[in-house]
T-cell receptor, first 115, second 110 residues
Framework: AQSVSQHNHHVILSEAASLELGCNYSYGGTVNLFWYVQYPGQHLQLLLKYFSGDPLVKGIKGFEAEFIKSKFSFNLRKPSVQWSDTAEYFCAVNPLMDSSYKLIFGSGTRLLVRP | EAQVTQNPRYLITVTGKKLTVTCSQNMNHEYMSWYRQDPGLGLRQIYYSMNVEVTDKGDVPEGYKVSRKEKRNFPLILESPSPNQTSLYFC?????????FGPGTRLTVT
């Protein structure tokens, strides 16, 4: 069965530190890839997405992610985090095996940024 | 404003009392789905719908029903809720794979 692994469940950083959150998936076919963010008490919002083309994608709020097909990875990065980035981050994969838009989510990474 | 709405946002109920959580989108999306979010498990798909009158099970469909009589609405029905259905529920609609999420419904079953 397809699955998505997020290796870090909790991350604590100081403001201005760099961030990298890991995401690996298990599916050998073509995929669409997403990172969503959930701020405390809010719904999920799309940070960035990869469908095809340049494997380095840029999203909102200074986030970027790199798709490495050979490693089945889609890691999220930000050069300098802010206190307002405190949130839970979810990696999600849409395996393009049928016409379904089903998303398979990782278990999430809680990020706490200390001022 | 393009959005997905859910009602109610919070619900406390007792075991066995049927309930419905409504979901509506104004973006004319064909695809809609329901997820539940539990700590440490991320979001898991309950049911999805590719279009009107077309629904299918997701990964955790037991204890839930859905219907899709109109394109904009996709209600989630719990015929006989149980405590293990206590969770945070999200409805989503999708265009070309990018999913737009509703604000969530926090359900507690006692």
């Amino acid at each position: 069965a397809q699955s998505v692994s997020q290796h870090n469940h909790h991350v604590i950083l100081s403001e201005a530190a760099s961030l990298e959150l890991g995401c690996n998936y298990s599916y050998g076919g073509t995929v669409n890839l997403f990172w969503y963010v959930q701020y405390p008490g809010q719904h999920l919002q799309l940070l960035l997405k990869y469908f095809s083309g340049d494997p380095l994608v840029k999203g909102i709020k200074g986030f970027e992610a790199e798709f490495i097909k050979s490693k089945f990875s889609f890691n999220l990065r930000k050069p300098s985090v802010q206190w307002s980035d405190t949130a839970e981050y979810f990696c999600a994969v849409n395996p393009l095996m049928d016409s379904s838009y089903k998303l398979i989510f990782g278990s999430g990474t809680r990020l706490l940024v200390r001022p | 404003e393009a959005q997905v709405t859910q009602n109610p946002r919070y619900l406390i109920t007792v075991t066995g009392k049927k309930l419905t959580v409504t979901c509506s989108q104004n973006m004319n999306h064909e695809y809609m789905s329901w997820y539940r979010q539990d700590p440490g498990l991320g979001l898991r798909q309950i049911y999805y719908s590719m279009n009107v009158e077309v629904t299918d099970k997701g990964d955790v469909p037991e204890g839930y029903k859905v219907s899709r009589k109109e394109k904009r609405n996709f209600p989630l029905i719990l015929e006989s809720p149980s405590p293990n259905q206590t969770s945070l529920y999200f409805c989503a609609s999708s265009l070309y794979g990018e999913q737009y999420f509703g604000p969530g419904t926090r359900l507690t079953v006692t």
